[in-house]
């Protein structure tokens, strides 16, 4: 753990395309492999890994009980819903930008990576539960939820490889930063029904109305289902966007083209940006694009399991019971599927590049096939959201005596990514 994303990189570059990862498990970096892998196959017994009372929609092993919850979980990504989250997610973009406003008035060091979370979870808060984090407003985490993410991140990833050390756990005395969190959402699916007078207009409301054609859900699994989509929807997002971040504070000229191509938006050069906006601006596309293949939230593969038949994937039989990912950051940085695929390029996503090879079947920053990342769509518009906010406020670069290589170095992998702050100045454009 921390620095698995950095060994299983070195297999490709050893001329070793199938790495034995541990036992009965395997780590494939072939691109044509991540259709058949993920394809058939489902999850691996590594999520069986995290202490709860009912399986969530993104941890259950059964497959036709995804697909029944998946119904539901469809309809709360609707178009509908989609300009729903766009909305709330424009008030926390105009919310943060003022604070950054303050924080970094006078040339003040800011940690912008904090901010971001904060902005991430309130994000998320809003999407989830219609509010309930307000972490923006305290200017931190005043109940520790982060912190306990971060920890309940860790402790997946060590449990997800032991799952039986779960229920070990479970007859620890005092809660783990898992159960903690899911009590807080239980609380919240409490909160949710008692209220309820017809479908609310968050997640958490739409998947447990019975009208939303998905299975009822008991409030264990209502629970576990909230519980999870915050840590998968807060945290990759934050991590994504302060890649991001890290790439185009300290280029200028990166800065400049992007300021440019906002300009097109309104007489502002912002304004009340719609989904359809953002969808016609190929240059922030292409950035936010660049980031996510240059640090993928999730750097780790999503293991699939072969079950108890075994699979063929390209010609090669694998026998049953073998967990099988393909590890997203190493196909990102192979330099068989991206060329220069250390440097950020963002002109390689362009219709017109000329930045050879670009294997776009190497490129699975939300996962593919049946697990695919279900709030993809509203996860890369509020990346668009944030950075055209941010750099139409603001001027940036990095703190004085900002060690970029430091930062870079401090990057750990424990399934997400733990690392240091990300420090900048913010000069207003205006």
Known sequence: MGSDWYVLGMGRFSNSSICVAGPNELSV??????????????????????????????????????????????????????????????????????????????????SLSHWIALWAMDVMGDMAFSGGFETLAAGQDSEGWMEVLSM????????????????????????????????????????????????????????????????????????????FMVVAGSDTVAQAL??????????KDIQTRLREELSQLSDDGFGDVDATTLAHLPYLDACVQEALRMIPPVPAGPPRYTGDRGYEVLGKYIPPHTTVATPIYTLHRDPANFARPNEFIPERWLPDSTVLPHNKEAFMPFSYGIGICIGKQVAL??????????????????????????????????????????????????
């Open 381 to 430: 518009q509020n990346m668009k959201l944030f950075t055209a906010a941010l750099l139409h406020a603001f001027k940036l670069d990095f703190a004085d005596a900002f060690d970029l290589a430091k930062y870079d170095a401090s990057y750990k992998e424990h399934n997400l990514w733990l690392h240091a702050s990300l420090d900048v100045t913010l000069v207003p454009s205006n």
């Open 242 to 251: 302060m890649a991001l971040s890290r790439y185009i504070v300290g280029n």
């Open 29 to 110: 970096n072939i691109p044509e492999a991540i259709k058949p892998i993920y394809g058939q196959m489902f999850r691996a017994p590594f999520y069986q890994g995290a202490p709860q009372d009912a399986a969530a929609l993104v941890t259950t092993l059964d497959r036709n009980e995804h697909a029944r919850r998946l119904v539901a979980w469809s309809k709360a990504f609707s178009s509908e819903m989609v300009q729903t989250y766009r909305e709330s997610a424009m008030a926390r973009t105009n919310q943060l930008i003022d604070v950054l406003k303050r924080e970094g008035k006078g040339g003040k060091r800011v």
């Open 152 to 227: 309940g991140v860790l402790f997946v990833g060590i449990l997800g490889q032991v799952p039986w050390m779960r229920d070990v756990i479970a007859l620890l005395p005092q809660p783990g930063p898992i159960v903690t969190f899911q009590q807080f959402a239980g609380q919240k699916v409490k909160e949710t029904k008692a209220t309820m007078t017809g479908m609310s207009k968050d997640i958490l409301g739409i998947i447990q109305d019975e009208s939303s054609g998905g299975p009822p859900l008991s409030s264990k699994e209502a629970a576990a289902d909230a519980s």
